[in-house]
C-alpha cells in the first residue's frame, strides 16, 4: 500500500516561516501530480497549491507570493515552503497525490492524514 506522510506543521509566530514535507511510501513507480490543501474548523477545504510531474506550479491567490511548492523526485517528497505567515493560514495541511504503483498499472489518488499550522499574533 501507499501512504503519504505529512511534517513540519507547528506553531510560529505571524510573519514567520514553516516549511511542510509530503513524502509517500509503499510501492511506488510514479509519484506525479501532488497538491496541498488546507482546512480551518469551520472553513471549506481549499487547494493551497499543486505541482504538475514536470515541475509545473499553481498557487491559490491567498498564498500566492508567499508560498512556494517544490518536489524531489529521487526522495519521493513535495515540499511546502510558507513565508510572511499570517493568523489566516492557520489550518490542517494536507498533501494529495496520485501516485502509480506498478509500470502500466493504474493512477490512484491519496490524501495524507494532514499537519497542523498554527500562526500567533
Known amino acids: 500500500q501507499v501512504q503519504l506522510v505529512e511534517s513540519g506543521g507547528g506553531l510560529v509566530q505571524a510573519g514567520g516561516s514553516l516549511r511542510l514535507h509530503c513524502e509517500a511510501t509503499?510501492?511506488?513507480?510514479?509519484?506525479?501530480?501532488v497538491s496541498w490543501y488546507r482546512q480551518a474548523p469551520g472553513n471549506q477545504r481549499e487547494l493551497v497549491a499543486g505541482i504538475s510531474p514536470a515541475g509545473a506550479t499553481e498557487y491559490s491567490d491567498s498564498v500566492k507570493g508567499r508560498f512556494a511548492i517544490s518536489r524531489d523526485n529521487a526522495k519521493n517528497t513535495v515540499s511546502l515552503q510558507m513565508n510572511s505567515l499570517k493568523l489566516e493560514d492557520t489550518a490542517a495541511y494536507y498533501c494529495?497525490?496520485?501516485?502509480?504503483?506498478?509500470?502500466?498499472?493504474?493512477?490512484?489518488?491519496?490524501w495524507g492524514l494532514g499537519t497542523q499550522v498554527t500562526v500567533s499574533s
Open positions: 509503499g510501492s511506488i513507480h510514479s509519484f506525479t501530480y
Open positions: 494529495q497525490a496520485f501516485v502509480r504503483s506498478n509500470v502500466g498499472g493504474p493512477l490512484r489518488e491519496y
